[in-house]
Nanobody, 126 residues
């Protein structure tokens, strides 16, 4: 059974950093993508970044933002999202999602992804 479990969210001061983790299990494919999305109450889920399972390819919603870095740790099948210089507008629930490469479509499109974690709350506030 596929499972994605996010962790690492919390309350942080503006300008601070958080590292989110997504522990993935229950599948053994060699070619798929893990994405991070964010969602505010009453709003649509918004794409943040993706990484290939090899870890060699990353794609960001805003490459010029500079504060977010997605990576994969092979040793424990964990995908991380390092978030630096956080702002109050980064406050959201953050989700990781698995793309098996079946549905197609843009990486930005939530419908492309087959499985989702439960989300982790990130709050940036003084």
């Amino acid at each position: 059974q596929v499972q994605l479990v996010e962790s690492g969210g919390g309350l942080v001061l503006p300008g601070g950093s958080l590292r989110l983790s997504c522990a993935a299990s229950g599948f053994s494919l060699d070619d798929y993508v893990i994405g991070w999305f964010r969602q505010a109450p009453g709003k649509e889920r918004e794409f943040v970044a993706t990484v290939s399972w090899s870890g060699s390819n990353q794609y960001y919603a805003d490459p010029g933002k500079g504060g977010f870095t997605i990576s994969r740790a092979r040793v424990n099948n964990t995908i991380s999202l390092q978030m630096n210089v956080l702002k109050p507008e980064d406050t959201d629930v953050y989700y990781c999602a698995l793309d098996l490469g079946i549905r197609g479509g843009s990486f930005h499109y939530p419908g492309r992804y087959d499985y989702w974690g439960q989300g982790t709350q990130v709050t940036v506030s003084s």
